[in-house]
Nanobody, 119 residues
Framework: QGQLAESGGGSVQAGGSLQLTCAAS????????MGWYRQAPGKERERVSS???????IYEDSVMGRFTMSRDNAKNTLSLQMNSLKTEDTAVYYC?????????????WGQGTQVTITS
């Protein structure tokens, strides 16, 4: 069983919304910084949103103003609310946990969830 588990992917029309959720173990949620990445067919994995060392949320330029990442401390979950979706947002989305105090600098990845945006 993995340490991170994404859910919430699916297929929606352009302009629609989806919310992705990443469930994490308590140890990871409390000790690691977290973020979302995506990989489109034929492209490299890219960062969508992430937590900096100072706690600032960083967003990739193309999703700024459309995507919002947040934590639910009561549920040990990380969410990504995606609005005004575009066909170019189609990708497999991965949850990641990382950082220098994250189990000795380990980076954890979820199994990924497919997001498909149709025109």
């Amino acid at each position: 069983q993995g340490q991170l588990a994404e859910s919430g992917g699916g297929s929606v029309q352009a302009g629609g919304s989806l919310q992705l959720t990443c469930a994490a173990s308590g140890g990871i949620f409390n000790n690691c910084r977290m973020g979302w990445y995506r990989q489109a067919p034929g492209k490299e994995r890219e960062r969508v949103s992430s937590e900096s060392r100072t706690g600032t949320l960083i967003y990739e330029d193309s999703v700024m103003g459309r995507f919002t990442m947040s934590r639910d401390n009561a549920k040990n979950t990380l969410s990504l609310q995606m609005n005004s979706l575009k066909t170019e947002d189609t990708a497999v989305y991965y949850c990641a946990a990382y950082g220098s105090i994250c189990y000795g600098g380990t980076t954890f990845w979820g199994q990924g969830t497919q997001v498909t945006i149709t025109s």
